[in-house]
């Protein structure tokens, strides 16, 4: 299983598009805020289920601020990450994946893309598709109850 993982496009909908494009075929979409209404014209457009979460510049308040999802054999948390304050460290995020018992973290508002593995989890920033910044993706593939992440530019 594939899944597209961006975030932070901040009305940017033609990145969000564009990294659709360049990634392939995938079995799932996430979008981890910043851009709620841009997560919601892949919805309407493209024929592959998409997940979003609200960030801090989201408005529409019947969006979650996080979501937890099974796919595979992995429990993936989606968040934001500014709840969890990851722009000052990651140790809020973790002891929240902790909590849920997500083996797969995906967060964002950081503009800054990453994968780390720590504490039996996998923390995936996709980065940033918002205008100005070079922009970047993830995907995320998963294999049973393995799951590995790769950071793609745009």
């Known amino acids: 299983m594939r899944v597209l993982v961006i975030s932070d496009s901040h009305g940017n909908y033609a990145h969000a598009f564009r990294a659709h494009e360049l990634a392939g075929p995938v079995d799932h979409i996430v979008h981890l805020g910043d851009g709620c209404e841009d997560a919601r014209m892949l919805e309407e457009v493209l024929a592959v289920p998409v997940h979003r979460v609200a960030g801090n510049c989201d408005l529409d308040r019947r969006v979650p601020a996080e979501l937890t999802l099974e796919l595979g ?3 993936f948390l ?3 990450g500014y709840r969890q304050h990851v722009k000052s460290g990651l140790s809020l995020l973790i002891n929240r994946g ?3 018992g997500a083996s797969v973290v ?4 950081t ?3 990453a994968v780390e593995a720590t504490d039996g ?5 996709p980065g940033a598709l918002k205008e100005g910044l070079p922009g970047s993706y993830a995907i995320v593939t998963v294999e049973g109850a393995t799951a590995k992440a790769e950071i793609f530019p745009l």
């Not at 995906?106 to 508002?109: A, K, P, S, V």
């Not at 989890?121 to 920033?125: A, D, G, I, K, T």
């Open 106 to 109: 995906l967060y964002g508002h």
């Open 78 to 80: 989606l968040t934001h």
């Open 111 to 113: 503009h800054c893309a």
């Open 121 to 125: 989890m996998l923390l995936v920033n």
């Open 98 to 100: 902790m909590q849920l």
């Open 73 to 75: 054999e992995c429990r």
